[in-house]
C-alpha cells in the first residue's frame, strides 16, 4: 500500500519554528514531487511549497524566505522547515504526491490540488503567543 504520513505539528509560538516531515511509504519518494498544502478553518485549501523530482522547489509569496522543503533519500522523507512563523500560518499542513512529469509543475501548476495523486491525513500547525 502507498501512502505519505506527516508528523511535525504543534503548538508554536510566534517567531518559531518547526518541522514537518512527510515519510513515503510503499513507493521511493525521491522518484516523485511532494507538495505541501494547508487549510485554516474556513478557507481553501492553498498550495504551499513543493520538491519536484529533480529537486526543482516552489514556494507561495506568503512563506517565502521562511520555509524551506527539502528532501531525505535515506529517510524516503520530504521536510518542510518553518521559520518565523506567524498566526497566519496556523493550519492542517497536507503532504501530496504528484506521479506525473515535472513540466506540468512549473508556475503555478505545482498549485493546483487536483494535480495530486494522493495526500497524507495531516498535521495540525498552531501558532499562537
Known amino acids: 500500500q502507498v501512502e505519505t504520513v506527516e508528523f511535525g505539528g504543534g503548538l508554536v509560538q510566534p517567531g518559531g519554528s518547526l518541522r514537518l516531515s512527510c515519510v513515503a511509504s510503499g513507493f521511493t519518494l525521491d522518484y516523485y514531487a511532494i507538495g505541501w498544502f494547508r487549510q485554516a478553518p474556513g478557507k481553501e485549501r492553498e498550495g504551499v511549497s513543493c520538491i519536484s523530482s529533480d529537486g526543482s522547489t516552489y514556494y507561495a509569496e506568503s512563506v517565502k524566505g521562511r520555509f524551506t522543503i527539502s528532501r531525505d533519500k535515506d529517510k524516503n522523507t520530504v521536510w518542510l522547515q518553518m521559520n518565523s512563523l506567524k498566526p497566519d500560518d496556523t493550519a492542517v499542513y497536507y503532504c501530496?504526491?504528484?506521479?506525473?512529469?515535472?513540466?506540468?509543475?512549473?508556475?503555478?501548476?505545482?498549485?493546483?490540488?487536483?494535480?495530486?495523486?494522493?495526500w497524507g491525513q495531516g498535521t495540525q500547525v498552531t501558532v499562537s503567543s
Open positions: 501530496a504526491t504528484f506521479l506525473g512529469p515535472d513540466q506540468v509543475l512549473h508556475g503555478n501548476g505545482w498549485t493546483r490540488k487536483s494535480l495530486y495523486d494522493f
